[in-house]
């Protein structure tokens, strides 16, 4: 029914005599031969190939991110699909049926399935989501289709933040944001070739109007706890999760994100002596170290000596469900930790548990004792089993080699087997945070080789081997994980504990004395516990060149940096509802509780529709300037006696004013006359000016 | 259900005012969430409730975020409509069962506005809504083909003009009734029936010679009067004097289409018919009268003799 319509294309073939008018439609197919189609030049495109390459830049932009914990299969379907997308569009060929896409939806489940072992979960989760996505753009027809991919791309830049919440994560993910807006609003611009500068602005100047709500909505939005349990898997970020399996890890990532910040309410203790204690590791299946349950019956029968060490622990959300205290934080009343809102208690294995994960930010106070006491003092062989057990089968060298020990010191206590293995360790091993993996691709005898072979490693490498060690020759050992140290220099006061401060020790228990602290890694990289240097891996390239020309700059900027970022921490990524309060308490509120929070919110949101109905409202009544001056002069005019129309212009209104008052009348209709010329004549004016209106009502009154 | 539905909607549109100019102002454009806004509210959702399980501040941020954006985007899309002024220029006559192109004039008074689609109220389906772009401060038109089903008077339709633009997550629309009347002449019959003779009381020998339409005998001097289509443009060209084709018949014959000598069975045929001829005599450069029960135009010829022919014939009774 359109004119705008094209032509309707010719009916019948081509004719093969090279008609110009047949070419357009036979072109694709001689293209369609051509791996890498002729690029036209970016100006050139058709505006929908154009639009497809640029939706499929925003979406490998999106992507990007994740290719790191993709597995490969994904990565290369990812890739292959783009590419051949953007070949399609740049040829201007046909898209595949739906048939081939059903296919390849399917085998990416199955392999999905293969990978992940499940299809739910976070990594299966993210990996399906990349697939339909990608898959998707293979389906670009219609503006639903279109949607489809803006909406599966807003979800893929959420999933981003799972793995990390950086800055630079967050920068990225903005220019994403943009772009898929920008994609958004180019889809809806159906006339033309509109330039993507338009479009990207128009999507930029809806985030910039949108922000003040993104704010307001930010810090007022009520935080809550999360709703239900959220699949573990996404947690472990360190070796705090409750399990340990050594030789799996080829290089320490680090992450120098803070895990929490404390404050000392006295003296600093030496930092070598500060071990916050997370989850004891004591069953072992030859792969991996779970925590033994439920520690029987016994208590922790601490006991402590000496003066107490009062701290106060900023800890941020941490999403586990326990405590990292300074050993040994008791659990009576004045030491323990006070806490409001989430319960906590001691294991028995010394370790503090709270009753769900840690998701807000906790601030406490609490009092250790450095030097202290703990377990079983005398020999109970029912409750010490557990820790000397070791599964049949894994790492025989090592076994074989402790018996040779065990077998050349016959009358040597535990204190002395725990100095003769830590001698070998000290001599001939090497401590480095780039191990390589170990064991068999299944992980087992990861100790063999680590023990008798390679001999360089990190802290769960020492701490587990010595604890198998110990324990083949019948001392009970068991690891414990958590914190060491603190960073060297305080901020505000306060000192950070990184989350590159996770550590992993050994406990052996001695008759007479307990559990006693054994930490392997320190004989080997004493540095590593004495200066409690976090762990630091090889400067990269740049910042060596950097350091190599000026030390002062890169320290510098290393300050601004961390300084930014932790900026960035406080005030968006820890951000909680402690902060919320805080808020309200300083606007005026007496203990603010998350009512308020929202009632507030109601308000601010409610004042803003109520502004916008109120500009609604007054802009309803706006008229055209120039209508309302009319109107007021012909209100004056008919009080001088003459009629007037409303549709009458300036100069009809001249003319009645010289028929109605005669000569009297001229001064007025020349201003009349003046009028008509502002309005339309040559020298027309924008806006009517306030001049004129005096002067005619000079004129009027006369 | 649809029946109240319909109902509903005639009654709303019979409160409309009927006008050629239409300006769009808070009043008149309307504004709802179209399914991809519904949707978009629930991705919304489903992304607060992953920020909340997972804990995670960037997830609030980019949720809130997109909130915002959608939300300012209703206020964009109201407003690309909002202060628009739509013209419909007096529309063209056509013959009934043929498109004809009404031209609608959009002019925005301030800013650049896209995707601004325009339509019938009642079609069956948006897929032949024409969208334009109006340049700020400038109009542009949109081209709507109007099918008259047959001859007679035609109210234009209730036309919707709506715009989904920038993010498609909103609706806005306005609901215009044209006061615009649009003329449809009987549609010609096809293939047509061969001209009458002249009658026979006119009859010199040169009459039989004619009732063919094209042949041309020679050439003379352009004479006033003269149809556009009758000047031999390539003579002309060379000469420089306008020089028009001659054809016996149009100097000698004086036809009259006539209602008793149309022969087909039922009114509206009769009228194609005579429509047909009309076409045909125009073609021929014959001139032509037309003599209807109870209407008669003396003979004549040129376009504003054969438009006048067909308006008779549209609008006979």
């Known amino acids: ?702 | 259900v649809i029946s109240l539905r319909q109902r509903l909607r005639a009654w709303f549109e019979s409160r409309l005012p009927r006008t050629d100019t239409w300006t769009l102002t808070q009043r008149n454009v309307y504004i709802v969430p179209t399914r991809a806004g519904f949707m978009f509210a629930l991705v919304l959702l489903v992304m607060l409730l992953a920020a909340i399980n997972y804990q995670l501040n960037l997830g609030y941020v980019l949720t809130f975020l997109l909130a915002g954006a959608g939300f300012v985007s209703m206020h964009m899309t109201h407003n690309t409509l909002r202060g628009m002024t739509l013209h419909l220029k007096p529309p063209p006559s056509g013959f009934a069962g043929e498109a004809l192109m009404m031209e609608i004039v959009l002019a925005s008074p301030k800013r650049l506005l896209h995707g601004v689609g325009v339509g019938f109220e009642h079609a069956a389906d948006r897929s032949h809504d024409v969208f334009v772009d109006v340049p700020g401060g400038g109009q542009s038109v949109a081209h709507l083909a109007l099918v008259p089903p047959h001859r007679g008077w035609h109210e234009v339709p209730t036309l919707r003009i709506e715009t989904r633009y920038p993010l498609g997550l909103f609706r806005a629309w306005t609901v215009w009734r044209p006061a615009s009347r649009a003329l449809a002449w009987p549609a010609p019959e096809r293939p047509a029936a061969p001209l009458p003779a002249a009658p026979a009381s006119a009859g010199d020998s040169a009459a039989t010679r004619a009732s063919d339409s094209g042949e041309f005998d020679g050439v003379r001097a352009y004479r006033r009067g003269d149809a556009l289509k009758r000047i031999v443009w390539k003579k002309t060209a060379k000469g420089g004097d306008l020089v028009s084709r001659d054809h016996t018949a149009s100097v000698q014959r004086e036809l009259w289409l006539d209602w008793q000598h149309a022969h087909a069975t039922g009114t509206e045929p009769r009228l194609s018919r005579l429509a047909a001829w009309v076409l045909a005599a125009d073609a021929a450069g014959i001139a032509h009268g037309l003599r209807l029960p109870g209407v008669e135009l003396s003979p004549g010829s040129g376009t504003a003799h054969r438009r006048a022919s067909l308006d008779a014939l549209a609008t006979w009774s």
Request: hydrophobic share 45%; proline share 7%; glycine share 8%.
């Open chain 1, 1 to 702: 029914m359109s004119a705008d319509l094209a032509p309707p294309r010719r009916a019948g073939p081509p004719q093969a005599s090279g008609d110009p008018l047949g070419g357009p439609a036979d072109v694709p197919d001689r293209r369609g031969l051509d791996i890498i189609p002729r690029w036209p030049g970016w100006s050139h495109l058709p505006r929908d190939a154009r639009d497809v390459l640029f939706l499929l830049a925003v979406i490998a932009w999106t992507i990007a991110p994740h290719f790191a914990h993709l597995p490969a299969w994904c990565l290369g379907l990812t890739v292959g699909v783009v590419l051949w997308r953007a070949r399609l569009a740049v040829a201007n060929a046909a898209l595949p049926g739906r048939w081939p896409l059903i296919a390849v939806l399917l085998a990416a489940m199955v392999l999905t399935f293969w990978t992940h072992r499940t299809l739910l979960g976070k990594d299966a989760g993210i990996t399906m989501l990349v697939v339909l996505m990608v898959l998707k753009t293979l389906e670009l027809r219609a503006r639903r289709d279109a949607l489809v991919v803006f909406f599966l791309g807003f979800f893929i830049v959420l999933t981003n933040f799972l793995y990390a919440q950086t800055l630079a994560v967050a920068a990225m993910m903005l220019v994403s944001v943009w772009g898929l807006l920008t994609a958004l609003v180019l889809a809806h611009m159906p006339v033309g070739r509109p330039p993507l500068a338009r479009a990207g602005a128009v999507a930029a100047r809806a985030a910039a109007l949108g922000a003040p709500i993104m704010v307001v909505l930010f810090v007022l939005f009520p935080r809550i706890a999360p709703l239900w349990a959220v699949p573990q898997d996404t947690l472990a970020k360190t070796g705090l999760s409750g399990s340990l399996r050594m030789g799996g890890i080829a290089e320490v990532a680090l992450d120098e994100s803070v895990a929490f910040r404390v404050r000392f309410d006295g003296p600093k203790p030496d930092s070598q002596r500060l071990y916050w204690r997370g989850p004891a590791l004591g069953r072992f299946d030859g792969v991996e170290w779970q925590r033994v349950e439920s520690p029987t019956g016994r208590g922790a029968e601490l006991e402590v000596r000496g003066q107490p060490t009062p701290y106060e622990i900023t800890l941020e959300p941490s999403r586990l469900p326990l405590l990292p205290l300074l050993e040994a934080t008791p659990a009576t009343r004045g030491d323990a930790p006070t806490l409001a809102g989430i319960r906590a208690s001691l294991r028995s294995d010394l370790q503090w548990m709270t009753a769900r994960p840690v998701t807000e930010r906790l601030r406490f106070s609490a009092r250790a004792y450095l030097d202290h006491r703990h377990g079983p003092r005398r020999d109970d062989s029912f409750y010490l089993r557990e820790y000397t057990d070791l599964p049949p089968g894994y790492n025989p060298r090592t076994l074989e080699w402790a018996d040779a020990l065990r077998r050349r010191l016959p009358e040597a206590t535990s204190e002395q087997l725990v100095e003769a293995v830590m001698s070998t360790i000290r001599s001939g091993f090497t401590y480095t945070l780039t191990p390589g993996t170990y064991g068999d691709d299944e992980g087992r005898h990861a100790i063999d080789e680590f023990w008798l072979d390679r001999k360089q490693g990190f802290c769960e490498h020492f701490s587990t081997a010595f604890v198998v060690v110990m324990r083949a020759m019948d001392v009970p050992a068991r690891i414990v994980t958590g914190y060491q140290g603190i960073d060297n220099e305080p901020q505000d006061g306060w000192y950070l504990v990184r989350n590159s401060h996770a550590h992993a020790w050994a406990e052996v228990w001695i008759d007479g004395r307990g559990w006693v602290r054994v930490d392997p890694t320190a004989a080997v990289a004493p540095e590593r516990v004495i200066q409690s240097r976090a762990l630091r891996p090889q400067q990269g390239a740049v910042a060596s060149a950097i350091e190599a020309v000026n030390p002062r700059l890169l320290a510098q900027l290393r300050a601004g940096w961390e300084r930014f970022n932790n900026q960035w921490n406080q005030w968006v990524l820890n951000y909680s509802r402690s902060e919320q309060f805080d808020l309200l308490e300083r606007l005026g509120w007496r203990s603010p509780d998350w009512t308020d929070l929202a009632k507030l919110l109601v308000v601010l949101l409610s004042t803003g529709a109520l502004a916008g109905a109120a500009w609604a409202w007054w802009d309803r009544h706006r008229q055209d300037p120039w209508q309302r001056l009319l109107r007021r002069v012909r209100k004056q005019l008919e009080v001088l006696g003459i009629e007037t129309a409303p549709s009458d212009a300036p100069r009809a209104l001249a003319a009645r004013a010289r028929r109605a008052l005669g000569p009297n009348g001229e001064a007025l209709a020349q201003q009349l006359d003046a009028l008509d010329a502002l309005r339309y004549g040559r020298a027309a004016i924008a806006r009517p000016s306030r001049a004129w209106w005096r002067a005619f009502a000079a004129a009027a009154s006369r």
